[in-house]
């Protein structure tokens, strides 16, 4: 096997410096999207390399081992790093059953906080400011009194049509096929984290073009922010609330995503080396057969 | 994708339920459509209330000449007794959800800060 198979992770690297550059000439839903496909490809890709280094082992197992003794068998990669391989992709594979267990798990505790009787909305009389999206069939917003107090009734309304873009959009699976993606191939945390900013970004827009005030949406974003970080019992830090106030400030970006055409390039790049590398090792997997 | 999204009733109704919610005590219609900041009808206001009644989402009493509404506290304390049991001290939890109010760092709400001071606020 040639050098094709450890591409995958170099090229992950390489795509979360393109990323970065594409999000900022891309409109949040195309970036969204976009960028939630590209990690899962990425994700496939080095999963894929890392399993198919890891199947080198299998010549040290009987019956391919006997034939070891004989000398003839090509040992394409160092038995340490077909190890390596094996126990990244191992640690992959559990950091991802976490995610998806206690995102599910998360899921379900709010969903038993209560059912929407009217409106699709949740109150919970209490003083910690907090607005959620609890996906779902149709899921529903839930709303604590202590946000709905530091806001007025149009920056209620911005916060009641934020979320239910979320829900109307399944934000919440894009997210978590990024996070899924993240947890496999740690090198593209960065990507799991532009995913969730332009959703925030996309349920933004659809806000302000609800409300039809894109200053109105900005104040509000920044006025709940504010009102968490007085109350900082659940504040989560770095959540990119300044870039999108100040994004809200600057005019509606248009819906081209033309601009996701160098992640796109670099995710074909990794499709394709993976392809190669798998090609390589069905040849290495008939020469020991055969 | 069949959500809760543009039905504008539905979305009204949140927007009342919220209104009551954020309201100090019980209220009445005209009360409720000052608050909500949005021109509507007196009417309008009036029926969404009604149908709130009907569904059990609020309750209320008669006091004046008309009512006053507030919103169901037994279901409002429980929703928070859970969401408070989910969230507390689980950073992990509330970084898999898509938050209104994310926190923030001293340097972000200061920026915050200066960015509110310098928009107009509206009328």
Redesign the interface.
Known sequence: MTVAVYLPAALSLVLVVVVRAAVRHTAPAAATRGVAVAAAAAALAYATCLALLALTLLDDLPPLSTMDDLGDLPRPVPGPVAAAAAALLAWGLWRLAG?VR??R??HR??R???SP??????????D??????VPGR????????G???A????E??V??????A???????RL?AVA?AAAAVNPLLAPLRDTV?HQ??RW?DEEAAADVG?R??V??C?????????RA???????????ER??AL?RPAPDGRATGLLGPHAVVLAMTAVTLVAAAEFAALAAAWLG | MAATGRRPHGALEAEVLAALAAAAGPVSAAEVRRTLGRDLAHNTVQTILIRLLEKGAVQRRAEGRGHVYWPRHDEASRAAQRMRATLSGRPDRIAVLRQFAAGLDDDDARTLRALLARRPEQP
Do not use: M
């Open positions: 995610d206690l995102r798990d998360t505790r709010l038993a906080a209560g009787r009217a409106g699709g909305v949740v109150v919970a009389d209490w910690a400011p907090h607005a959620v999206a149709p899921g529903h917003v839930l709303v604590t009194t946000l709905l107090r806001l007025d009734g149009r209620r309304r916060v009641l049509a934020h979320e239910r979320h829900l109307r959009h399944r934000h919440d997210v996070a969730a959703a925030e349920a005030d200053a109105l900005a104040r974003v920044a006025k709940a922010a504010l009102a968490a970080h900082p019992v659940l504040a989560l830090g770095g959540t990119g609330v300044v106030v100040r400030g």
